[in-house]
Nanobody
Framework: QVQLVESGGGLVQAGGSLRLSCAAS????????MGWYRQAPGNQRDLVAS???????NYADSVKGRFTISRDNAKNTVYLQMNSLKPEDTAVYYC?????????WGKGTLVTVSS
């Protein structure tokens, strides 16, 4: 079965950095489009960044210039490097895989940015 396991969340001060990882199994990772979404309490789940199988990337306006998405197909892992973090980045971050006309989700990792 498909599994997406996020890691790397935690508590960080404003201005700090974190790197999230998402390890995928049960899919041919190299042909999957991958993404990171986030959901703050009371809010909907929104796209943060995505990377296609061809390594094209897309970012939410709110994170452009601060976050970088990347993938390592040899490790079946997608990363989200988050720099210059702000309190408004506080949310649960979810990994997403678009694969075989299906969407798969991880359980999420909490990122808390203190002011």
């Amino acid at each position: 079965q498909v599994q997406l396991v996020e890691s790397g969340g935690g508590l960080v001060q404003a201005g700090g950095s974190l790197r999230l990882s998402c390890a995928a199994s049960g899919i041919i990772f190299s042909i999957a489009n991958m993404g990171w979404y986030r959901q703050a309490p009371g809010n909907q789940r929104d796209l943060v960044a995505s990377i296609t199988s061809g390594r094209s990337t897309n970012y939410a306006d709110s994170v452009k210039g601060r976050f970088t998405i990347s993938r390592d197909n040899a490790k079946n892992t997608v990363y989200l490097q988050m720099n210059s973090l702000k309190p408004e980045d506080t949310a649960v971050y979810y990994c997403n895989a678009e694969y075989g006309h299906m969407d798969y989700w991880g359980k999420g990792t909490l990122v808390t940015v203190s002011s």
